[in-house]
């Protein structure tokens, strides 16, 4: 079974859905997973070992460029490719008219959120069959419970990210317990307060001893992390 998992963004959405991926790989190790993501965030698409292969699209550039001839030959091309993948069905986790939209590109069977369930209601029209998850639980978990309907199973008691990080990419020597602060956004408007982070940081440290790492993807990050 082959199937196309569409979450385009951001950095935290893909991330709260690797745990359900991780699922997905225990509970039906028969399912082909494809992911179609954005492609600033594709790398952590990438690092779930059972992500078969991850498709790129890039509306943050093309929504400021519909105008041209170009951006629509690039979005015929992505069209193209998901359609010649022959899915069997896909699966549009983000719950928006912008993912739907996408979803439907790919000419296969579109499940997802029900009407009450999705973040933006108007896209569960889109959708050929749709689920009920509560909201008011964290992401991690309604992602899980998504997942968990939509392929047949029950969710393991256990929660694993799942991840493979390139030996380019580890920290040599790590501690057996340690926290990673991801402080970065993809936009300045969501950053939280530098005296916040310093806050919860002196906490976290003060409580277990444990160290803290800031990881850091450009110079204006490194010099905040600093």
């Known amino acids: 079974m082959k199937i196309l998992l569409v979450r385009l963004s951001s950095m935290g959405d893909l991330i709260h859905t690797l ?12 399912v082909e997973l494809h992911w179609l993501s954005e492609a600033g965030f594709a790398d952590i698409a990438r690092l779930h070992p ?3 292969e991850v498709h ?23 069209k193209s490719v998901l359609q010649r993948q022959q899915f069997d069905f896909v699966l549009d986790s983000q719950g928006l008219m912008k993912s739907a939209l996408f979803a ?45 309907q939509a ?16 030996p380019e990419g580890r920290l040599k020597d790590l501690p057996e317990h340690y926290y990673v602060a991801l402080h970065a956004t993809s936009r300045d408007s969501k950053l939280w307060p530098q005296d916040c982070w310093l806050n919860l940081l002196q906490k976290l440290y ?21």
């Open 206 to 226: 003060d409580g277990s001893g444990s160290p803290v790492y800031l990881p850091w993807g450009n110079e204006t990050e490194k010099l905040r992390a600093e």
């Open 50 to 52: 059972f992500v078969k």
């Open 56 to 78: 790129t699209m890039r509306w943050r550039q093309w929504r400021k460029q519909l105008n041209r001839a170009e951006t629509w030959r690039e979005i015929g091309r992505l």
């Open 19 to 30: 745990p359900a991926v991780s699922d997905l790989s225990r509970m039906r190790p028969d």
């Open 104 to 148: 439907k590109t790919a000419n296969a069977p579109v499940k997802g959120l029900d009407f009450n369930s999705a973040r933006e209601r108007w896209a569960a029209l889109a959708y050929n069959q749709t689920y009920a998850v509560p909201k008011g639980r964290n992401a991690v978990w309604r992602n899980r419970a998504l997942f968990a």
């Open 151 to 166: 392929f047949g199973y029950e969710m393991p008691a256990e929660q694993r990210f799942g991840l493979s990080v390139p």
